[in-house]
């Protein structure tokens, strides 16, 4: 028998939730678990058959995890028995142990420091005698790799196409949309969705409860009207029901009729789905139809809305969002392939696929992101860095980057990014290149893309920025689709963002220094020209 999952910092006022889970089979008549400070045992002819879960408070943990554990080690719940303590066992945050000790021998210790890593709200566990392949907080789903064959795929671009495919699906819907988006305001997408529960379709929003800058006007305004139509508004946010299980919802995908969804790198705002003619942002977006992907995809909605930290939203009466309307060209229109294999990617439980993905390019690999961020001063994006490595065995990699005012006016950002992996390209002579874009000449508002396509076989199409923060401790969703025909589709989109690009910005020019050459040669001139003069 052993430990197999614990959690000595839970979220609840003086950790009443911790809680341990052990592993195994038989009898646990020997058995003995502590911390050296505290312990229990079990109750003469407790059998296991699997796992065990033992609580410090049964109500607290039911009150975290919906469920009663199988056991509690204080007596606070006649529902649930006690296990036999002895000294009261209680787990510190930041430094303690716990071992286990069958017929008086110690068969398991776990230390932290040491063994794991202490985080509020993290569940330590045990994977293929590993302890925390991933950071997993209180309240997140644990989703193995999936992947489905054979399914429908129209890929579409943002500006270009997103609305037409978006207003396409809706209107498709004959019982049900579900919409998990970080941010809505979009008065088209707003209304596409009461158009759609006004025929009698189930509709249903999951929102973020706390963007970067808090809950727009526009938003609440967006809030109010789907309210006033009938559709539920939920948020996720930490409060007293409890703590959010992710650091920000940042998915962006809508459930059709357990039949289709439609997964993109888009916020649902006019920026992400503008009128077709209108510029807006560049994204990249898919529309899968196939019964097992669109439930794969509900029952992840329903999971994130079925926790204790979803509330519901009621929004404000509020002015429409503002916009200014800028002709766009639009020369992408949205293109459907069949026979495609495609393979979720849910942050934070299955985003390692992205490494695999990246690790998998044998000639090209195009990146396109809003922006990278390295892991700290002397370490790079693990993403970025698994591509640089794909580019040391003769793999061609282009990083196309946003160049938007927020995304360069500080001294670490884009423009110093695409510097560094150029540098790192011309000092090691690989395949590599790096680009801003240029906005004017494409006539995007910004790239707000988190796209990558693998030899034009594989594309990845999702949600996830290149940071720490996205792939480790958001909700995220994405795709990886492997089908020709689809790569190439946004290879085209690729290599059209890739061709107007600024080059990898060269030294800025010392305007002071060439003054102060200026006037020395001008100096000397003047004193050349007196001294032939006399």
């Known amino acids: 028998m052993q430990i197999i999952e614990f959690c000595p910092d ?60 199988d056991f509690e080690w204080q007596n606070y719940s006649s529902q649930v028995p006690d296990v036999v303590s002895g000294t009261t066992m209680r787990l510190a945050n930041t430094r303690d142990e716990l071992m286990v000790y069958e017929n008086s021998r110690l068969v398991q210790k776990i230390t932290w420091p040491g063994d794991v890593k202490p985080r509020e709200g993290q569940v330590h566990f045990l994977e293929n005698g590993v302890w925390d392949l991933r950071p997993l907080m209180l309240g997140q789903s644990r989703l193995d790799k999936e992947t489905f064959e054979n399914v429908t795929v129209t890929a579409f671009v943002s500006p270009d196409s997103s609305l037409e495919v978006f207003s396409g699906a809706v209107s498709s819907a004959q019982q049900q949309v579900l919409v998990n988006v970080y941010e809505l305001s979009s008065v088209n997408i707003t209304g596409a969705l009461i158009d759609a529960e006004k025929r009698g379709v189930d509709v249903e929003v999951l929102l973020e409860g706390g963007p970067v800058g808090g809950i727009s006007p526009e938003e609440k305004a967006a809030i109010w009207r789907l309210n006033q139509s009938g559709i539920p508004v939920f948020e996720m946010a930490t409060s007293e029901s409890g703590h959010a299980p992710y650091r920000y919802d940042h998915a962006k995908y809508v459930v059709i009729d357990d039949r289709a969804v439609l997964v993109t790198s888009e916020n649902f705002g006019h920026s992400g789905f503008p009128p077709p003619g209108e510029t807006g942002n560049r994204g990249w977006g898919v529309y899968l139809e196939d019964p097992n992907i669109a439930v794969y995809f509900r029952d992840i909605y329903q999971t994130d809305t079925g926790g204790p930290a979803i509330v519901p939203v009621y929004g404000s009466e509020g002015p429409a969002e503002v916009y200014t309307v800028v002709p766009y060209p639009a020369p992408f229109a949205p293109a459907t392939f069949t026979g495609a294999r495609v393979t979720p990617v849910i942050a934070p439980d299955t985003s390692s696929a992205i490494s695999g993905l990246l690790e998998s390019a044998q000639e090209s690999i195009g990146i396109e992101q809003a922006y990278i961020t390295n892991e700290s001063k002397t370490g790079l994006n693990s993403y970025l860095a698994t591509a640089i490595n794909a580019s040391r065995r003769g793999v061609h990699v282009r990083v196309l980057l946003d160049s938007y005012w927020y995304n360069t006016e500080d001294e670490a950002d884009n423009d110093e990014m695409v510097a560094l992996i150029n540098h790192i390209a011309a000092t090691e002579h690989l395949p590599l290149e790096a680009r801003c874009a240029d906005l004017k000449v494409s006539g995007f508002e910004k790239i707000h893309n988190k796209g990558v396509v693998i030899d034009d076989r594989a594309v990845l199409v999702s949600s996830i920025n290149w940071n720490t923060n996205s792939p480790g401790f958001n909700r995220e969703a994405g795709v990886i689709i492997e089908q020709p025909e689809v790569a190439r589709y946004f290879r085209t989109v690729f290599d059209a963002d890739w061709s107007p690009a600024v080059r990898s910005p060269q030294p800025s020019t010392d305007y002071l220094k060439i003054a102060c050459v200026i006037a020395v040669i001008g100096l000397l001139l003047v004193l050349y020209y007196r001294r032939h003069i006399r």
């Open 10 to 69: 839970p979220y609840q006022a003086d950790d009443m939730d911790e809680y341990v889970v052990v592993s195994g089979t038989g009898s646990l008549d020997a058995i003995a678990i502590s911390d050296n400070h505290g312990g229990f045992r079990f109750p003469s002819g407790t059998v296991i058959n699997g796992t065990l879960t033992v609580a410090r408070s049964a109500p607290a943990f039911e009150k975290t995890h919906g469920r009663l554990p």
